[in-house]
């Protein structure tokens, strides 16, 4: 009896903390579905005539296709410099019989300290003298220099599971150094691209402070940047808008998530654990 | 993490991409912010060497004491919720039997969406025109008194600026948490459980010290996460209302790029970095236990012997 008491405390615990890590989201794409008038007046109830205006507005406006164009693009490239920069280094790192290879692992290590302010002000201060604030590039090369120590460490610590073993028999067999990387090692690091892949989508989509500082020119705005210029008459923020503006903007990292969803749970946490 | 491979020309091939990269991109800005920290610059026009002037206006800069007196409320907050709520709900997660994985699932939601996004939703539960839910369920149950405008309120800035970063990543640490309560061997616990111990002291004496290690790592992140604290704080107020919840990072962010104060604000960058390594390498010292230690040095003997034996050996 005590028992099943405790049970359902239990249940009711989860489920609480539950609601209130789901309840901002839903009641999120809730809002979206609402005039402006009834967002002013009863933000929130349920709709009471959900309604896709918010939604064209948005579509009429067109901005929004742009800035995630804009984030599709700096994501993109920098996922692809990510893992291929990785996963040659880690292969350098692991499967070479250097004595430098352990300082240079450890340098690389010790990336995952450094807070990414540090860089804002060096480059921003690098990007004006050449000329290329507001490129894509600004954004693509901070991001992928804070992602290569992680990254380099999860792909070093799977490449220490692929035996040498493998690696000698396909020497013997007269593969080369490269070829064993594109045919052998490679192809079975998989999971880790994906797990690489999928996080890094999430997070380079979100990126709001490098997009900040670097980018001011409205073409070039990211995602993160473009949700905050929904604003109505009088200077006061369209509620409306925004929500759709976030809804529509953050569906494709959530797809992404319930997608590969094991797989960014599994880099994050190593990202955590590792640290 | 022995290789067998020999080929030097293919080693510098695979390696220095990423290198060169990682230098120019992590390195070079680092070099560069120290080498700003000891000059005046205001963007446009000389470059001044101040010596250690920087350093010694930080040191007397009042509201850089607020910021950091801010920070460590901000940090104290989100360690809280973070740590404390991720591990409860990690813990509670490891009696129930189903559905565990689709609870975790919807608990790491907030984390993937944007901090942008997470900042409009609390800005419009904080508001009070149109009247945000936050007050709405205050006067709904009598407390009608409490409501306030949290976000020009000094009093009650702070604690809102910090409760989403901690809301937004509470599900990533359950998740971190649950997997390593998870992994610990059944048997153990068993056998607590057999020697007498009740749910709690099994708990707190058997399966919290086997986690000590992913314990420290998860503290170590909050811990240099909400030191180098941004996104929110200022998309939210902006450490306004005046300088009430100024953050290092908002302030160093201000005097840069807003103060045109290039010189003084990379001193303030080295200071956070400087405090983010510090905290690192306490925690590291605190949770290396005396046994490991004691190990450590062992091993190390050891191996100093052996390579005397080599020696003495040719």
């Known amino acids: 009896m005590k028992k099943k008491a405790l049970k359902t405390v239990l249940v009711v615990t989860v489920l609480f903390f539950l609601f209130i890590q789901l309840y901002p989201v839903v009641w999120l794409f809730l809002a979206s579905l609402k005039p402006s008038v009834e967002l002013a007046t009863k933000p929130f109830a349920l709709p009471d005539a959900p309604t896709l205006q918010n939604y064209l507005d948005i579509f009429n406006e067109g901005n929004v296709f742009r800035y995630m164009w804009n984030s599709l693009k700096v994501t993109v490239i920098s996922i692809i410099l990510i893992v291929a920069l990785s996963s040659t280094a880690g292969f350098a790192l692991s499967k070479f019989r250097f004595r430098i290879t352990k300082p240079i692992y450890a340098f690389f290590t010790f990336g995952i300290m450094i807070p990414v302010q540090i860089t804002l002000i060096p480059l921003f201060c690098f990007y004006s003298q050449m000329g290329i604030l507001n490129s894509s590039f600004t954004l693509i090369l901070p991001q992928v220099g804070f992602a290569l120590p992680l990254s380099v460490m999860m792909f070093v610590s799977f490449y220490s599971f692929v035996p040498n073993e493998l690696i000698e028999a396909a020497v013997m067999d007269g593969c080369s150094t490269y070829g064993i990387f594109a045919r052998i090692v490679f192809p079975l690091a998989r999971n880790t691209v994906i797990t690489i892949g999928s996080m890094y989508c999430i997070l380079i989509w979100n990126d709001f402070i490098f997009a900040n500082t670097f980018i001011t020119d409205n073409k070039a705005k990211t995602v993160a940047l473009g949700l905050r210029d929904y604003v109505g008459a009088f200077g006061n923020v369209n509620w409306g808008m925004t929500f759709a503006a976030i809804a529509i903007t953050i569906l494709p990292p959530m797809l992404v998530y319930f997608a590969l969803n094991k797989y960014v749970t599994a880099g994050m946490t190593m990202g955590a654990t590792k640290g | ?314």
């Open chain 2, 1 to 314: 993490m022995k290789g067998i491979l020999k080929d030097k020309k293919a080693f510098l091939i695979f390696l220095l991409p990423a290198l060169v990269f990682y230098l120019f991109s992590v390195f070079y800005p680092i070099a560069e912010s120290i080498r700003f920290s000891f000059i005046k610059w205001g963007g446009l026009g000389e470059k001044k060497f101040v010596g250690l002037q920087n350093y010694i206006h930080l040191f007397q800069d009042k509201v850089f004491y607020t910021a950091f007196w801010n920070n460590l409320v901000y940090l104290v907050i989100v360690v809280g919720m973070q740590i404390l709520i991720g591990l409860l709900l990690a813990v509670l997660l490891t009696y129930l039997t189903k559905g565990v994985a689709f609870i975790k699932t919807l608990y790491y939601v907030p984390c993937i969406i944007t901090a942008v996004a997470v900042t409009q939703l609390f800005r419009s539960m904080y508001a009070t025109q149109p009247e945000g839910i936050i007050n709405q369920i205050l006067k709904a149950v009598g407390l009608g008194q409490f409501a306030t405008s949290w976000l020009t309120n000094i009093k009650t800035v702070l604690v809102c600026v910090s409760i989403p970063e901690g809301w937004r990543y509470t599900g990533m640490y359950m998740v971190i948490f649950y997997a390593a309560l998870i992994s610990l061997d059944p048997e153990i616990c068993e056998a607590a459980r057999i020697d007498g111990a009740n749910g709690w002291q099994t708990l707190i004496r058997v399966k919290l010290p086997m986690i000590k290690e992913v314990l420290l790592l998860t503290l170590t992140m909050v811990l240099t996460g909400a030191l180098r604290g941004f996104d929110i704080p200022f998309i939210l107020t902006n450490g306004g209302p005046g300088n009430v919840s100024e953050l290092m990072s908002t302030y160093m962010y201000k005097k840069a790029f807003a103060g045109n104060q290039f010189g003084y604000g990379s001193t303030i960058a080295v200071f956070i970095i400087a405090e983010s390594i510090l905290v690192v390498c306490v925690l590291k010292v605190l949770f290396t236990g005396k046994d490991e230690r004691e190990e450590r040095r062992i091993q190390k003997e050891q191996r100093k012997m052996r390579k005397l034996e080599r020696r003495s050996g040719r």
